[in-house]
């Protein structure tokens, strides 16, 4: 028996070991087997995530099956209000001093200390000389 997709009918050996994908483009994981109900006359497939935790989804949730599985919805990607993370304010940098440095590679307008012979800071890309 196997599954069948847009008419075609797709053995076990070229289900398993495919990516399961949600249709926001998220690897679920593996499908490692495929298990029938005969009392209820329904299949699924069990994929297997990174961490090996085993997750049994529907065929009726499957949208395609071509190089991987693609499921017709988001899976596990319930709604979490989430706070937005504030973000520091960022110093502005110093202005570029107008005399020249005093050391051979110094930059003037961030501080790095290039080679004595370079002409642009590597850090910021001033020119130094």
Do not use: W
């Not at 699924?44 to 071509?66: L, P, Q």
């Not at 304010?89 to 370079?118: D, I, M, R, V, W």
């Amino acid at each position: 028996m196997g599954m069948i997709v847009e008419k075609k009918l797709l053995s076990r050996d070229k289900i398993v070991g495919k990516q399961v994908i949600d249709s926001n483009g998220t690897i679920l994981g593996t499908v490692k087997d495929i298990t029938f109900d005969l009392a209820q006359s329904k299949m699924s497939i069990t994929i297997t995530d990174e961490k090996g935790k085993g997750t049994e989804i529907s065929s009726d949730e499957v949208s395609a099956v071509g190089d991987v599985v693609l499921l017709k919805k988001p899976r596990g990607t319930e709604a979490v209000a989430v706070s937005p993370t504030p973000t520091p304010p960022t110093k502005p940098a110093p202005p570029p001093s107008a005399k020249a440095p005093t050391t051979p590679g110094l930059c003037p307008n961030c501080g790095y200390q290039n080679e004595a012979e370079s002409r642009f800071c590597i850090k910021c890309g001033t020119r130094l000389k």
